[in-house]
C-alpha cells in the first residue's frame, strides 16, 4: 500500500508574525463542500490556524463556526484571526473526541457541517520547543496540549523494546522499526529531538539514508501519534460529528496517513449502509441501514498545482458524506 504521510519538515509550509499559520491544504474543495449545508453550525474540530475556518464564514452568511483545537497556541491565533466574525465563531480547547459536549456547551442539538484536518500543523514543526522537529533540537515533547499528558520523553525512556518497535511500524510504516527501537532502548535516557533524531539515522541502515527525506521522519511522526492519541480516538468522533448531522448537512475529513485514511473510509462506507456482508445475495445486518451518503467514491486527491505551490498538501486524502434525510 503506498504510504500516506503526514505533513513533514519537508513541507515548506511555514507560520507567520503570529507563530501559528500556515497554508490551508485543499481549501477551495472544502469550502465547495460545506459552503452549501444547511444553515447553521459546522464545527472544524481541528481548528488549527482557522484557514479553512474564515474561508468557509466568508463563504457563507448562513453558517457559524465551532472551532475545536486542544493546542492553546492555535486557539489564541484562531481567535485572534476571526475575531472580526463577533458571535458567529466560538472556540473550545478539547480534543476532537470532545465534539458532541463541545456542541452541547453551546445549548446546540444539530450540526450543519463538520471539518476534520488531520495531522500536525506546520508552526507545531517550526517551533523547536514544541519537541516535534526531527531538524531543530529542542525537548522532546510532542504533545498537542502541553498541559497534560505524558511526553515523547517519558514514552522513549521507559516504553520496552517490543512494544515500541510495534508503535514505530504501526503509526510510521517504519520498515526498520526493530533496529530503530533497539538503538533507542540502548541509548536512554534522551531528553531532546536532536539526541532522538542521531539515533534513528545512525540506526537505519546506510543504504536506506540515501532515500529522500530525513531517515528520523517516521519514527517522529510514529511517536507523536502515540502521544497524542491521533488515531486511537478518530473513528468515536467521526460517529459523533456524524450522529449529530442535520438532514443535507455534510462531514469532510482530510487525513494524511494511511491508518487515518482507513478509519475515515470504514467508518463512512458502514453509514453509508456499505458494511461488508457475510454473503453477497444477504441483506446488510440491522444496524447497518444508510444514514449517510457518500458524495463521491474513494479518496480526492490535491491538484498537481496546489502540491507545487504547497508540497505538503500532497499526502492529503479528502473524503466526504452527505446525511440523510428530510428537513424537518
Known sequence: MAEHDTPTEESGAHGDATGFAHVSVMRDEIVE?????????????????????????????GISILGLDRDEMALAAAGAR??????????????????AAAVQSLGAERLSGALFDLGVSSPQLDLADRGFSFRNDGPLDMRMDRSRGRTAAD??????ERTLA???????????????ARAIIAARPISTTGELAEIVRDAVP??????AGHPARKTFQAIRIEINDEISMLE???????????????????????GEDRIVKHVFRDAAGEAPRPRPDLPPPPGHEASVSLLWRGARRPSDAEVERNPRAEAARFRAVEKLGAVA
Open 155 to 160: 514514552l522513549v525512556n521507559t516504553i520496552d
Open 236 to 258: 468515536g468522533a467521526l460517529t459523533q460529528a456524524l450522529d449529530l448531522l442535520a438532514p443535507h448537512g455534510r462531514c469532510a475529513v482530510l487525513s494524511y496517513h494511511s
Open 206 to 211: 546506510a543504504a536506506a539514508r540515501r532515500h
Open 82 to 99: 476571526l475575531a472580526a466574525h463577533g458571535d458567529r465563531v466560538a472556540v473550545r480547547h478539547t480534543r476532537f473526541d470532545g465534539l
Open 33 to 61: 463542500v460545506l459552503s452549501e449545508v444547511p444553515d447553521g453550525i459546522v464545527v472544524d474540530a481541528t481548528l488549527g490556524g482557522a484557514g479553512h475556518a474564515a474561508a468557509l464564514l466568508a463563504a457563507n452568511d
Open 166 to 180: 510495534g508503535i514505530l511500524q504501526r503509526n510510521g510504516d517504519e520498515r526498520h522499526a526493530r533496529r530503530i
